[in-house]
Nanobody, 124 residues
Framework: QVQLVESGGGLVQAGDSLRLSCAVSGRTFSSVTMGWFRQASGKEREFVGGISRRGSSTFYVDSVKGRFTISRDNAKNTVYLQLNSLKPEDTAIYYC?????????????????WGQGTQVTVSS
């Protein structure tokens, strides 16, 4: 059974940083592409960024480019999301997701496995 477990969320002030982690088990980690999504209260889940299986390619939504960085450690079966220069509009539940395919896609329906989410709250 595939499990994704996020950690690292919290309450921070605008301009602060956080690092989210997502540990994956039950799957050969290097065979899955990984994505990060977020869902703010009352809004649809949106793609934040994704990373290829070997970590050689990353993709981001425009609103986080230059502030967020995705990385992965295949030896530790973990993907990370570094959040810098946080803004109040980044407040959301952040989810990691995995898909059994080489392509990094940006829609939630394309992902096969999901974590439970971790709350990030940014105060102004």
């Amino acid at each position: 059974q595939v499990q994704l477990v996020e950690s690292g969320g919290g309450l921070v002030q605008a301009g602060d940083s956080l690092r989210l982690s997502c540990a994956v088990s039950g799957r050969t980690f290097s065979s899955v592409t990984m994505g990060w999504f977020r869902q703010a209260s009352g809004k649809e889940r949106e793609f934040v960024g994704g990373i290829s299986r070997r970590g050689s390619s990353t993709f981001y939504v425009d609103s986080v480019k230059g502030r967020f960085t995705i990385s992965r450690d295949n030896a530790k079966n973990t993907v990370y999301l570094q959040l810098n220069s946080l803004k109040p509009e980044d407040t959301a539940i952040y989810y990691c997701a995995a898909r059994d395919n080489v392509l990094v896609l940006t829609t939630a329906q394309d992902y096969d496995y999901w974590g439970q989410g971790t709350q990030v709250t940014v105060s102004s």
